[in-house]
Structure formats: structure tokens, C-alpha cells
């Protein structure tokens, strides 16, 4: 199985400040690695896919890059709405992994 | 607009059964790989196993830790697909999500998700 290792587990920031999150694969995915948004009692949220791909409708502070094992999530200038969970996922091979989260609160 | 809705949660003994079902609309649901994924407390996201389309052969997978207890039916007549517990576990507690992905594709769209708690 390929494990997805994401960092931090949780960060403390302000509004307008950008925050980075980055995921690790155990193993090359190429790009096959998506990026999701949960608030509390809500479905995941599709933002990134393929990397880099932005979602529709998704704003477009939120931005992905890396290829083989190294991936990033970056939100340019915190919104109020964006304090929530972040999980990368890889779409690579069966079992589907994900990362174990990233909690963005309010400093 | 492409949607999914769960059903069937609930409390249930460990050693029990439950049943979930999900309703796809919006999208052809036949074209659609369909997946569960689960929210478990304190661990975060977990993909417990998906089936592919019938033209692909319609054939299921799982993750470990349920594989032998769960088991993943569709049935594109009435674009829904199921998930059939048995044997649950108190580790087996969590909001259980339905999902649309495809080949190497991302989850979306989601369902809302139903609770499923296993205590005595």
C-alpha cells in the first residue's frame, strides 16, 4: 500500500497569511494525487486533482504542484471560510490512501 | 448538478449487520466507479472499498481491515450502490461517505455522509 504522509498535522495561522501544506508518497504517483477541504459535519470538498488542477469553482487562492513523491497545497491569503482540514489522497493504485490531515486554525 | 444522498446509519452491537445505501443523481451513474470512504474520529479519512462499472466488469475491492465483512453491491437501474456490513467492530464507528471516482480519478461528487456507531 502506499502510505501518504502529510505535514504539518496542524498549524496555526492568520487571515491574508499563506499557508503551505505539504504530502509525502511512499512511493512515486506520478501526479495522481488530489487535495480535499472537510469542515466539521460536512462532506470532503474536491479542490485540487491531477496535482495542479484546479477544481471548478474553487477559488483560485488555492493552488497544487509536485510530481513523483512530493506534493504541495498552497493557500494564498487565508479567507475566514478556508479554516478547516485538508487531506491529500493519491489515486495511483488500489487501496485509495490518504494522508492523515492538516487542522488550519485561527491564530 | 451531480449529487449522491446516503441512507441507513444507525447504532448497532458490535457483532451486528447494517446495511447503507446511496442514491446518485445529476450524472450517469452507470459510467461511474462508486466508492465509500469513511470519517473515523480521532484518525481522520479512511477508503473502505469501491466497484467498478459493469462494462468493467463490475468487480469490488477493499481495504484490509474490512475485507471478508463489507461487501459493495450496485445496482444501475436504480443508480444506487450499497454497502453491506457484517460482523462490525467498535472501530468500525464513523460518518460513512458515498463517492464517484473513476480510473485513477479523484472522489467526487460526495454524499453527506451517514453515522454509523457500533457499541454495546
Known amino acids: ?107 | 448538478e451531480a449529487q449522491l444522498e446516503e441512507s441507513g446509519g444507525g447504532l448497532v452491537k458490535p457483532g451486528g449487520s447494517l446495511r447503507l445505501s446511496c442514491t446518485g443523481s445529476g450524472f450517469t451513474f452507470s459510467d461511474a466507479w462508486m466508492s465509500w470512504v469513511r470519517l473515523v474520529p480521532g484518525k481522520g479519512l479512511e477508503w473502505v472499498g469501491r466497484i467498478k462499472t459493469k462494462s468493467e466488469g463490475g468487480t469490488a475491492d477493499y481495504a484490509a481491515p474490512v475485507k471478508g465483512r463489507f461487501t459493495i453491491l450496485r445496482d444501475d437501474s436504480k443508480d444506487t450502490v450499497s454497502l453491506q456490513m457484517h460482523s462490525l467492530k467498535s472501530e468500525d464507528t464513523a460518518v460513512y461517505y458515498c463517492t464517484a471516482t473513476g480510473l485513477e480519478a479523484p472522489f467526487d461528487p460526495w454524499g453527506r455522509g451517514t453515522q454509523v456507531t457500533v457499541s454495546s
Do not use: H
Not at chain 1, 492568520?14 to 466539521?40: E, F, H, M
Open chain 1, 1 to 107: 500500500d502506499i502510505q501518504m504522509t502529510q505535514s504539518p498535522s496542524s498549524l496555526s495561522a492568520s487571515l491574508g497569511d499563506r499557508v503551505i501544506v505539504t504530502c509525502r508518497a511512499s512511493q512515486s504517483i506520478i501526479n495522481y494525487v488530489n487535495w480535499y477541504q472537510q469542515k466539521p459535519g460536512k462532506a470532503p470538498k474536491l479542490l485540487i486533482y491531477g496535482s495542479a488542477n484546479l477544481q471548478s469553482g474553487v477559488p483560485s487562492r488555492f493552488s497544487g504542484s509536485g510530481s513523483g513523491t512530493d506534493f504541495t497545497l498552497i493557500i494564498s491569503g487565508l479567507q475566514p471560510e478556508d479554516f478547516a482540514t485538508y487531506y491529500c489522497q493519491q489515486s495511483y493504485s488500489t487501496p485509495r490512501t490518504f494522508g492523515q490531515g492538516t487542522t488550519v486554525e485561527i491564530k
